[in-house]
């Protein structure tokens, strides 16, 4: 059990992360590789706390953020069990529905919603048309911050990996210049992970571009 309480409610909430992935997950294969992403994030996650980068951060919080952040991927799979790629974007949102819908509060459902890249903000879903309901899907507190950087570190992409820094820089730059910047901020904030070790643990490669 997963206890969380959200600096932003006053709230207690016991999550069994595992078991709501097994309840929505369409298949074995998409709970694996959901699962395992979220169980990835937070080992990211942890050992960027664990270095002392965020000692303000309530780390039960960022616990239960990343091992649910990516939740909303799971009503993406048709019956076939292929995944959408095309609406991928929408897993955000689809997720803080899923999980609002489960009763959990707003604290834990932003983060699904507001992990997206570096942060998706109105202007970018209206210069981009982007398949969302209008709004600003940004991390606002250190948690959701640190689940979603972490997340840049780890990809879901078959073969599985992790991504260096530069790897996800360059990525993201053709999103602008903006989002290049926030990633620099971001890793001001928290350093860099140890990819090297995390690659090492779970048997995956590192990529660099």
Same mark, same amino acid.
Request: glycine share 10%; net charge negative; with cysteine.
């Given at each position: 059990?997963? @206890?969380?309480?959200?600096?932003?409610?006053?709230?207690?909430?016991?999550?069994?992360?595992?078991?709501?992935?097994?309840?929505?997950?369409?298949?074995?294969?998409?709970?694996?590789?959901?699962?395992?992403?979220?169980?990835?994030?937070?080992?990211?996650?942890?050992?960027?706390?664990?270095?002392?980068?965020?000692?303000?951060?309530?780390?039960?919080?960022?616990?239960?953020?990343?091992?649910?952040?990516?939740?909303?991927?799971?009503?993406?799979?048709?019956?076939?069990?292929?995944?959408?790629?095309?609406?991928?974007?929408?897993?955000?949102?689809?997720?803080?529905?899923?999980?609002?819908?489960?009763?959990?509060?707003?604290?834990?459902?932003?983060?699904?919603?507001?992990?997206?890249?570096?942060?998706?903000?109105?202007?970018?879903?209206?210069?981009?048309?982007?398949?969302?309901?209008?709004?600003?899907?940004?991390?606002?507190?250190?948690?959701?911050?640190?689940?979603?950087?972490?997340?840049?570190?780890? @990809?879901? @992409?078959?073969?599985?990996?992790?991504?260096?820094?530069?790897?996800?820089?360059?990525?993201?730059?053709?999103?602008?210049?903006?989002?290049?910047?926030?990633?620099?901020?971001?890793?001001?904030?928290?350093?860099?992970?140890?990819?090297?070790?995390?690659?090492?643990?779970?048997?995956?490669?590192?990529?660099?571009?």
């Amino acid at each position: 059990m997963i @206890s969380a309480q959200g600096p932003a409610e006053d709230v207690d909430v016991d999550v069994d992360a595992r078991e709501l992935h097994r309840r929505h997950a369409p298949s074995p294969a998409a709970f694996t590789r959901v699962h395992t992403h979220c169980r990835i994030v937070w080992d990211i996650a942890a050992g960027l706390l664990g270095a002392g980068r965020a000692p303000q951060a309530d780390a039960g919080l960022v616990r239960t953020g990343a091992l649910l952040h990516d939740i909303g991927v799971y009503r993406l799979y048709d019956d076939a069990g292929q995944l959408d790629h095309a609406q991928y974007l929408r897993h955000g949102v689809l997720g803080h529905e899923l999980l609002a819908a489960d009763g959990l509060p707003e604290t834990v459902c932003r983060f699904a919603s507001c992990h997206t890249g570096v942060g998706l903000t109105r202007d970018d879903i209206a210069r981009g048309n982007l398949p969302l309901p209008p709004g600003d899907y940004v991390a606002r507190t250190v948690e959701e911050r640190l689940v979603m950087y972490a997340d840049k570190f780890h @990809s879901k @992409s078959h073969p599985t990996s992790f991504l260096t820094a530069d790897a996800y820089r360059g990525y993201v730059r053709r999103f602008g210049a903006d989002k290049v910047a926030r990633f620099d901020e971001l890793t001001a904030e928290f350093g860099v992970p140890d990819l090297a070790a995390l690659a090492a643990r779970h048997d995956m490669t590192v990529r660099d571009g």
